[in-house]
Protein backbone atom coordinates (compact mmCIF):
# COMPACT_ATOMS: atom_id res chain seq x y z
CA UNK A 1 0.00 0.00 0.00
CA UNK A 2 2.83 2.38 0.43
CA UNK A 3 4.39 1.75 -2.67
CA UNK A 4 0.92 2.53 -4.94
CA UNK A 5 1.09 6.23 -2.63
CA UNK A 6 4.81 6.57 -3.67
CA UNK A 7 3.74 6.02 -7.29
CA UNK A 8 0.96 8.45 -6.74
CA UNK A 9 3.10 11.46 -5.54
CA UNK A 10 5.91 10.69 -7.90
CA UNK A 11 3.20 11.10 -10.80
CA UNK A 12 4.22 8.40 -12.52
CA UNK A 13 2.71 8.20 -16.06
CA UNK A 14 3.29 6.43 -19.44
CA UNK A 15 5.58 7.30 -21.34
CA UNK A 16 4.52 7.93 -24.97
CA UNK A 17 6.98 9.45 -26.16
CA UNK A 18 9.80 6.70 -25.18
CA UNK A 19 9.06 4.96 -28.21
CA UNK A 20 10.31 5.72 -31.32
CA UNK A 21 8.89 7.17 -34.09
CA UNK A 22 5.29 7.22 -32.14
CA UNK A 23 3.72 9.76 -34.02
CA UNK A 24 3.93 8.15 -37.12
CA UNK A 25 2.65 5.22 -34.72
CA UNK A 26 -0.12 7.24 -33.92
CA UNK A 27 -1.01 8.36 -37.13
CA UNK A 28 -0.82 4.74 -38.60
CA UNK A 29 -2.97 3.38 -36.09
CA UNK A 30 -5.80 5.96 -36.63
CA UNK A 31 -5.94 6.13 -40.18
CA UNK A 32 -6.33 2.27 -39.27
CA UNK A 33 -9.20 2.63 -37.06
CA UNK A 34 -10.43 5.19 -39.80
CA UNK A 35 -10.96 2.53 -42.14
CA UNK A 36 -12.19 -0.18 -40.26
CA UNK A 37 -14.95 2.57 -39.25
CA UNK A 38 -15.90 3.49 -42.80
CA UNK A 39 -15.65 -0.23 -44.30
CA UNK A 40 -17.71 -1.22 -41.41
CA UNK A 41 -20.44 1.60 -42.18
CA UNK A 42 -20.49 0.42 -45.76
CA UNK A 43 -20.70 -3.22 -44.47
CA UNK A 44 -23.42 -2.58 -42.51
CA UNK A 45 -25.49 -0.72 -45.14
CA UNK A 46 -25.18 -3.35 -47.96
CA UNK A 47 -25.93 -5.93 -45.28
CA UNK A 48 -28.95 -3.96 -44.94
CA UNK A 49 -30.24 -4.08 -47.92
CA UNK A 50 -29.64 -7.75 -48.53
CA UNK A 51 -31.56 -8.77 -45.72
CA UNK A 52 -34.11 -6.96 -46.72
CA UNK A 53 -34.18 -7.78 -50.25
CA UNK A 54 -33.74 -11.26 -49.55
CA UNK A 55 -36.26 -11.29 -46.80
CA UNK A 56 -38.98 -9.90 -49.09
CA UNK A 57 -37.75 -12.75 -52.17
CA UNK A 58 -37.99 -15.20 -49.30
CA UNK A 59 -34.52 -16.57 -49.21
CA UNK A 60 -34.15 -16.97 -45.72
CA UNK A 61 -30.56 -18.66 -46.37
CA UNK A 62 -29.55 -15.40 -47.54
CA UNK A 63 -31.21 -13.22 -45.54
CA UNK A 64 -29.73 -15.28 -42.58
CA UNK A 65 -26.44 -14.42 -43.69
CA UNK A 66 -26.98 -11.02 -44.37
CA UNK A 67 -28.43 -10.99 -40.65
CA UNK A 68 -24.91 -12.32 -39.26
CA UNK A 69 -23.16 -9.96 -41.53
CA UNK A 70 -25.29 -6.54 -40.29
CA UNK A 71 -24.32 -8.21 -36.68
CA UNK A 72 -20.84 -8.65 -37.59
CA UNK A 73 -20.56 -4.87 -38.93
CA UNK A 74 -21.98 -3.60 -35.78
CA UNK A 75 -19.64 -5.31 -33.89
CA UNK A 76 -16.47 -4.28 -35.99
CA UNK A 77 -17.85 -0.67 -35.68
CA UNK A 78 -17.99 -0.81 -31.89
CA UNK A 79 -14.85 -2.62 -31.01
CA UNK A 80 -13.14 0.42 -33.06
CA UNK A 81 -14.63 3.40 -32.07
CA UNK A 82 -14.87 1.95 -28.74
CA UNK A 83 -11.72 1.00 -28.00
CA UNK A 84 -9.89 4.18 -28.21
CA UNK A 85 -12.24 4.95 -25.22
CA UNK A 86 -11.33 2.16 -23.20
CA UNK A 87 -7.79 3.01 -23.67
CA UNK A 88 -8.07 6.98 -22.55
CA UNK A 89 -10.43 5.42 -20.07
CA UNK A 90 -8.24 3.00 -18.62
CA UNK A 91 -5.18 5.35 -18.55
CA UNK A 92 -7.39 8.12 -16.81
CA UNK A 93 -8.33 5.48 -14.38
CA UNK A 94 -4.62 4.04 -13.72
CA UNK A 95 -3.28 7.88 -13.49
CA UNK A 96 -6.00 8.48 -10.65
CA UNK A 97 -5.19 5.70 -8.49
Do not use: E, K
Not at 54 to 65: E, H, I, K, P, W
Amino acid sequence: MHDMWLAVVAGVAPDFGGVGASDRLTTIVGALLTLVLVVSVLMLLVCAAVWGIASASGNYQTALRARTGLLVAVGAAALAGGGVTWANFLLRTGAGL
